[in-house]
């Protein structure tokens, strides 16, 4: 059974800074595509961004895009998101994944396999 373990998040102001910290347990973690994923109150849980096994291609969402940065240190087994100039807006649960399937963009949840317990960030105004 893998677990994901997140960490990082709290309750900052707008403009600050946060990074979010996830460790899987199990496979080998080089051989995980790893994702970030937030859901706020009363929506869908919504793609952030991903990264692939080797670190070298990584992807957004339009809304992150510029502030945020997603990171993996394989010797470490750990993936990083570090969240810059947030916004209120940012305010959800944020949810880390991994996933051993090959797939095309890991911009859905139906791509991953596994998935964390999830980490509050909130964002005042």
């Known amino acids: 059974q893998v677990q994901l373990v997140e960490s990082g998040g709290g309750l900052v102001q707008a403009g600050d800074s946060l990074r979010l910290s996830c460790t899987p347990s199990g496979r080998t973690f080089s051989s995980y595509v790893m994702g970030w994923f937030r859901q706020a109150p009363g929506k869908e849980r919504e793609f952030v961004s991903s990264?692939?096994?080797?670190?070298?291609?990584?992807n957004y969402a339009d809304s992150v895009k510029g502030r945020f940065t997603i990171s993996r240190d394989n010797a470490k087994s750990t993936v990083y998101l570090l969240m810059d100039s947030l916004k209120p807006e940012d305010t959800a649960v944020y949810y880390c994944?991994?996933?051993?399937?090959?797939?095309?963009?890991?911009?859905?949840?139906?791509?991953?396999?596994?998935w964390g317990q999830g980490t509050q960030v909130t964002v005042s105004s």
């Open positions: 994944a991994a996933s051993y399937y090959l797939s095309t963009n890991y911009d859905t949840p139906a791509e991953y396999n596994y």
């Open positions: 990264i692939r096994r080797s670190g070298s291609s990584k």
